[in-house]
């Protein structure tokens, strides 16, 4: 059988996607798979699955796959396979990098969910097939995880209507605690507002394209409420930055990755550029607090940020947040279409619905903002 990997024929228009994507490549197997007799993804993934391929007796294995990763639970344990993407911003493409942001993964998440992340092992290939570990050539490395029960996930607490606030305030125990002791770059408050002004361009140029027929009308009010706040409240961000509140966080705080246990567990930080971790606290409650609002529990995002807000003594004007969230939201509407421009998107469907409700979040906040910045400020 063909061993070629997913390569980039889009059988759509490529000067469109490359215009898209400004620049980004969008399809990003590993070619080196091509021209060798090392497995691939597919076997790997086939091999995995299979509950043999497992030292202790594991029962049924189930499977996820998200955008980056595959992920195998097995018995009580967890291995997490990494994709051979390749984006401007991530390299997951040749194996020895992805030896290292297992290696970053594994000790990025102790930090939050110490007991959780267990080892680095690798995928082994021999005269026999696959194995994990044992003698052999080095095909691939997987995280090993300490299995959580699903019961105790956010998003599925929030679904099921059984969030207790007592759990939040462990919740936000955590947080304060985390961020409280986190790295605190020295960052370049020019620079950083050049960033912001790059992000939101990226993000509405992409979001504006005709093709992927989204509403304007509402994608040019997010970009000009954004840029307004901007021009009149740039200070705000400055002084954020002055007093040192931007962390060395988490990076991808959403309700998925946390684990309402005894002992709160946050997993799956953003491990492969450094850059988007460093993040104001608020800017991550901002993404939780969109992200529980999206899943219809708009109360836990207000909860949690007037909570982290009393744990760190830092309690920062609501248009800032308003901007962080709505900032959040863009982003993610850009990358929920950006699905769909995917070689053979699984579930086109549903992302084109994510992106219309992160739309309407998004112009809910600049409406909101934009009453905001019509008041003159207080200082
Ligand atoms: N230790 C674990 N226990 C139970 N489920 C897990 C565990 N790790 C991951 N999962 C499940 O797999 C999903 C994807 O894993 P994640 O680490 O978030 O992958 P990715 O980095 O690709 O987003 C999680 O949202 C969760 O549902
Ligand atoms: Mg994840």
Redesign the pocket.
């Known amino acids: 059988m063909c061993n070629c990997g997913l390569i980039g024929t889009f059988g759509r228009d490529n000067a469109f996607l490359d215009n898209l994507s400004k620049g980004e490549p969008i399809v990003h197997y590993d070619v080196s798979v091509m021209e060798d007799r090392r497995p691939t993804l597919a076997a790997k993934v086939e091999f995995l699955s299979r509950p043999s391929a497992y030292s202790e007796p594991v029962g049924e294995v189930s499977r996820?796959e998200?955008?980056?990763?595959w992920?195998f639970?097995a018995g009580d344990k967890?291995f997490?396979l990494k994709k051979p993407v390749r984006r401007a911003y991530l390299d997951f493409s040749a194996l020895a990098r992805r030896e290292v942001m297992c290696r970053a993964e594994l000790r990025l998440n102790r930090r939050l969910a110490p007991d959780?992340y267990l080892d680095v092992v690798p995928l082994v290939q021999s005269a026999q097939g696959l194995s994990i570990g044992g003698p052999g050539e080095v095909v691939d490395w997987l995280v090993v995880?300490?299995?959580?029960e699903?019961h105790w996930?956010l998003d599925r607490a929030i679904e099921e209507d059984r969030v207790k606030a007592s759990q939040l305030d462990r919740l936000v125990t955590t947080l304060g605690k985390f961020y409280r002791h986190a790295a605190r770059p020295y960052l370049s408050p020019v620079a950083q507002l050049n960033e912001w002004h790059h992000n939101i361009f990226r993000d509405c140029r992409f979001l504006l394209d005709r093709r992927l027929d989204l509403p304007a009308g509402l994608v040019r009010t997010i970009e000009r409420v954004e840029r307004c706040f901007l021009d009149k409240r740039a200070g705000i961000l400055i002084e954020r930055i002055r007093d040192r509140r931007i962390v060395d966080g988490h990076g991808d705080l959403r309700p998925?990755?946390i684990w309402l246990t005894d002992g709160i567990k946050i997993?799956?930080c953003l491990e492969f550029n450094p850059h988007f971790r460093m993040v104001d606290p608020f800017d991550e409650i901002a993404y939780l607090s969109l992200e529980c609002g999206r899943l219809g529990a708009t109360w836990i995002g207000d909860y949690v940020r007037r909570g982290v807000a009393r744990a760190l003594h830092d309690d920062p004007k609501p248009e800032l947040f308003l901007f962080y969230r709505c900032h959040r939201a863009a982003l993610r509407a850009r990358l929920a279409i950006a699905h769909l421009l995917e070689p053979n998107p699984r579930t086109p469907e549903k992302w084109r619905q994510r992106t219309h409700d992160y739309l309407r979040i998004a112009a809910r906040d600049a409406l909101r903002l934009q009453r905001l910045l019509k008041t003159p400020t207080v200082r």
């Open positions: 996820r998200t955008h980056m990763s992920v639970l967890v997490k959780v995880m300490r299995r959580l699903e996930a998925e990755h997993i799956d």
